[in-house]
């Protein structure tokens, strides 16, 4: 254990920094290692977007695109069952003003429970943002709302 003086505080670190950063590290690799979802949270079949089975690393983030490797959606058997939405394919962005458009299936499954993604995917910024930051095309209407 390391005590430092710095601007007239006693501070303690060394083993706190290190255990911190072997934990984060445990809770990447866990997160990484465990199996893709079949079902949500609220016991709902889910596939990849495009269909079939999310690979087990669905979550890793292209470099060069920034976008995940595969997305959750329904299954069309859960997305028969209703939309409590209009289906829409774009949403704009409010930081940037740029409009990103999406897949029939994340649509479709956007449609049918509009809290089932808490962020939304920038093309222009090529990166994930929380919902709020989007509003559908054309609307005022936050998505997710």
Not at 82 to 89: H, W
Not at 125 to 141: I, M, Y
Request: hydrophobic share 35%; with cysteine; aromatic share 12%.
């Amino acid at each position: 254990m390391k005590w430092t003086k710095q601007a007239g505080l006693t501070r303690r670190f060394a083993v706190a920094g290190a255990m911190g950063a072997m934990v984060a590290g445990f809770g990447r690799r866990a997160m990484a290692e465990q199996p893709a979802p079949t079902t949500d949270r609220q016991g709902r079949k889910v596939e990849a977007s495009g269909g079939g089975k999310l690979p087990d690393d669905y979550r890793k983030i292209d470099p060069d695109t920034g976008e995940q490797k595969a997305y959750v959606v329904l299954t069309p058997e859960e997305r028969a069952k209703g939309f409590v939405r209009p289906v829409r394919t774009a949403y704009t962005h409010l930081r940037c003003g740029y409009t990103t458009s999406m897949s029939k299936d994340i649509a479709e499954t956007f449609a049918a429970d509009p809290k089932f993604y808490s962020t939304g995917y920038c093309s222009h910024c090529r990166t994930f943002f929380p919902l709020t930051e989007f509003v559908w095309a054309g609307t005022n209407d936050v998505v997710g709302s």
